[in-house]
């Protein structure tokens, strides 16, 4: 479903100022002899009438997982007077070539290649534009680090400016055991898919053999680098925002894992960038959940109107930062709106936010210090099972759900009941006197919304590595017994709290699986004093935020013709065994499989995530992650079946990576990679 587009309530346009012609498959080839392949919608008359371009480089396969997706976009800016090109990066789909990782210098290399070409296209003139969502929101970025004449803005959706902070593998100095082997597994299935006869020839099967061979399990390198080394700081634009001298905006949702990247860019970057953060999920906001959705297309347009074609469209004229209040709701773990209301502001950080402190009174929130005894916090190893998922796409069961199923596995402080509304905007955080009994141990505290009828809506919440307590790129390990003060940066949210309603903090060295445990149960010590307490961002509403036009209604160009030949659906249950004292959360997507008319493509997909852990044994987590991908048309038909699984001990984390093809009910293929990595500070 991840690639599935939903059915909302948008505007489906038919007619645009320019007639669309489609180019359904080029060639774009490359300096040392591999051709990438593209697919561009541009005006019938764009050889007479040239255009500025707008470039979307991702690895999802334009022929098939991404079509529907694409179709709705691409067409959509091509009608309003742009050359509107997608293109497979380097041995994905339809292009040629090994993809040996992901934001290789190779790949930024491959799209300045891909930016000199559009430039000297017939159909061309003026600047180029980048867009794209997670993955195409990274490389936008980092390609517009390598200053191509030609790139002239960028819209990034969902994505980061520091590769180790924010994203799959690694929050906090804490390494994600939810997602780190469920991505990595995710592309080794999805690489591993061949070409399409059509547009390769009779090549395919010898060039998807060699994908086959030479592409690897991804994991193995992103553990091997478990501190913010050389290896996470290439592709990090926040290791020199003045890299970056073109136009930016930055667009995210509260539900989704890259928000914090938002903040951060507005305040780094130094040339013209606007924000936009929506309560939405890991998807673009014309379609995205929870809603409002909004006509984001429009303001696409509205930038590059501005950017590319030299009209002033008035977004500039507009706030620096649009962000959505959430209002209190009861906890779900899906929710269709998130009501609430947009407000705006000029600059960020900004002055209209100011620090809010509560300190710790045994198990409340008060507003003065007080010095008690030390607050004993001991690791319970299945606290974060109804974390709902990292990176939310929208998916029926991502959220959180009500957060009483985690409190009794953690140690809990209330406010009193607040009498008015308090709205939040930034990132809340804890900052706190302890020791601990180990000399590795993690720290994670969320905040928690709590109804007068006692339910209790996760906020946000945030992690820290205590090894990482002074730098990510050198940890050091704890002296155990001896007090730190260090502070956990909560993620950034904007939320109102409702009269009535109290806030929460939940503290424990636990958050499984979203953190790999520490390799020894922990216990903290929390010392209540000046030196702890939860500080809140308060941002009271501002005059500025009555001013901000109404965003448009959504609409898109109608998504491409399909047949429907199985049903997505999607299961996740938490299961106690109470004889084996063994916790297991099973996690299974069938994303359905369809066929595209236009071109006869069938393809499905399964995807099944297992995180065991028993009681007690931070060293029984087991993480299983399994794919099946199915890709063909008529007589031509193949399969992929991927099993990975992630295991540790005290002193080494273990990989396993299986990989079986077939042609037909024919195996092809069939390998098992293994890998031994020490822990390093994990």
Known sequence: MVFNVRETDRTIRTNFPRKVKEIEHIWIPMSDGTRLSARIWLPEDAEQNPVPAILEYIPYRKNDFTALRDSLRHPYFAGHGYASIRVDLRGSGDSEGIMYDEYLKQEQDDALE??????????????????????????????????????????????????????????????????MLWWASTMLAYNARPADPTVVGESWKENWLERLEKTPPFVEEWVRHQRRDSYWQHGSVCEDYQDIDIPVYAVGGWADGYTNAIPRLLEGLKGPRKGLIGPWAHEYPEMAIPGPQIGFLQ?????????????????????????????????????????????????????????????????????????????QVESVQQHGLYAGVFCPFGQPGDLPGDQRNENGFAVIFESEPVEKKVPILGHPTFTVECSSNQPNALLTVRLNDVAPDGSSTRVTWGILNLTHRNSHEFPEALEVGEKYEVTVEMNAIGHVLAPGHRWQLAVSPTYWPHAWPSPKPVTLSVYPSEKTYLSLPIRENQSIDLTLQPFKQPETAPVLDKEILREANRTREIVYDVVSNVWTLDDFSDEGARKLYINGIEYGSTNRNRYTIEEGNPLSAKVQCDWTLTLGRGEWQTSLETTSTMTADENTFYLMNELTAYEGEVEVFHRVWTEEIPRDHM
């Open 114 to 179: 891909v930016l000199t070409w559009i430039s000297k296209q017939p159909w061309f003139t003026g600047g180029i534009g980048m867009i794209g969502k997670s993955w195409g929101g990274f490389n936008g970025l980092q390609v517009a680090a390598r200053r191509h004449p030609h790139l002239k803005a960028v819209i990034t959706l969902c994505s980061t400016d520091d590769r180790y902070a924010d994203d799959v593998h690694y929050k906090g100095g804490a390494m994600l055991a939810s997602d």
């Open 299 to 375: 303001e696409c347009l509205r930038w590059y109107d501005h950017w590319l074609k030299g009209i002033d469209t008035g977004i500039m004229e507009e706030p620096m930062l649009r962000a959505w209040m959430q209002d209190s709701v009861p906890p779900q773990t899906s929710y269709t709106v998130r009501p609430g209301y947009w407000v705006a502001e000029e600059q960020w950080p900004s002055p209209t936010v100011q620090a809010k402190h509560y300190y710790l009174h045994n198990s409340k929130l008060v507003n003065e210090p007080s010095n008690l005894a030390p607050i």
